[in-house]
């Protein structure tokens, strides 16, 4: 009877795993299809875009396995990153990102940043009622610290080019039909979350959501010949 019920307990997690495998990933359940195809930036790579927020601990976690995962990407694979606005503080830190994005110091002070508001609860920004106002001196100390302009991240937060990708960014996320972070979009087509009924609850969901990324890829460039 032991070894019935033994065999019987191994198939349903043999079952179960194969739920997981990239060859049963379906529209609805584990990734969304957009009803609008977003445009990408560069038609000749497959645009796999992870929208985020510096305040979010499941992104902050979430970072290990997509650099890891970013290691072994395809050449005809292109990451980008979009850090999602839905209240005044974020958009706080989404103009940090592009700052630094536009100083060429992403790779300085992705992490730092990262670290400061997950690890010291240090936000860069102080309210004001509904407001959130950039904190200027924490923002220059934390590019200073880790080789960057401090004084030029100040003056650009609030220039002609921040404002315009902050607005392009909003835009992005409007259009990807973003409900929370992390999330990817694979080719601006198809939208992959943990809070999608196929990966929701599960202990395992970040690994889960890159090999459906894996999944949709391979399914972009089979449809592109």
Same mark, same amino acid.
């Given at each position: 009877?032991?070894?019935?019920?033994?065999?019987?307990?191994?198939?349903?997690?043999?079952?179960?795993?194969?739920?997981?495998?990239?060859?049963?990933?379906?529209?609805?359940?584990?990734?969304?299809?957009?009803?609008?195809?977003?445009?990408?930036?560069?038609?000749?790579?497959?645009?796999?875009?992870?929208?985020?927020?510096?305040?979010?601990?499941?992104?902050?976690?979430?970072?290990?396995?997509?650099?890891?995962?970013?290691?072994?990407?395809?050449?005809? @694979?292109? $990451?980008?990153?979009?850090? !999602? =606005?839905?209240?005044? *503080?974020?958009?706080?830190? &989404?103009?940090?990102?592009?700052?630094?994005?536009?100083?060429?110091?992403?790779?300085?002070?992705?992490?730092?940043?990262?670290?400061?508001?997950?690890?010291?609860?240090?936000?860069?920004?102080?309210?004001?009622?509904?407001?959130?106002?950039?904190?200027?001196?924490?923002?220059?100390?934390?590019?200073?610290?880790?080789?960057?302009?401090?004084?030029?991240? @100040?003056? $650009?937060?609030?220039?002609? !080019? =921040?404002?315009?990708? *902050?607005?392009?960014?909003? &835009?992005?996320?409007?259009?990807?039909?973003?409900?929370?972070?992390?999330?990817?979009?694979?080719?601006?087509?198809?939208?992959?979350?943990?809070?999608?009924?196929?990966?929701?609850?599960?202990?395992?969901?970040?690994?889960?959501?890159?090999?459906?990324?894996?999944?949709?890829?391979?399914?972009?460039?089979?449809?592109?010949?």
């Amino acid at each position: 009877m032991r070894a019935v019920v033994a065999l019987f307990t191994m198939l349903l997690s043999l079952a179960a795993c194969a739920q997981d495998t990239p060859g049963k990933f379906k529209a609805g359940q584990h990734y969304e299809v957009l009803p609008q195809a977003v445009a990408q930036d560069d038609d000749s790579k497959i645009e796999v875009t992870e929208l985020f927020w510096y305040g979010c601990g499941h992104c902050y976690h979430f970072e290990a396995p997509l650099k890891k995962w970013q290691k072994t990407m395809p050449a005809d @694979v292109a $990451l980008k990153k979009i850090p !999602a =606005i839905w209240q005044p *503080v974020m958009e706080v830190h &989404a103009r940090m990102f592009y700052v630094a994005d536009a100083l060429g110091a992403l790779d300085k002070v992705h992490d730092p940043i990262f670290g400061a508001i997950a690890q010291q609860r240090k936000m860069f920004a102080d309210r004001d009622g509904r407001n959130w106002n950039p904190d200027d001196a924490a923002i220059a100390a934390i590019f200073t610290d880790n080789g960057a302009d401090g004084e030029k991240a @100040v003056k $650009l937060l609030n220039s002609f !080019a =921040i404002n315009s990708k *902050v607005k392009q960014g909003q &835009a992005k996320q409007r259009a990807y039909n973003l409900s929370g972070t992390p999330e990817m979009v694979v080719a601006g087509k198809y939208r992959v979350s943990t809070s999608l009924p196929g990966l929701k609850g599960k202990s395992n969901g970040q690994q889960l959501m890159l090999d459906v990324v894996d999944f949709l890829i391979e399914k972009e460039r089979a449809e592109k010949g």
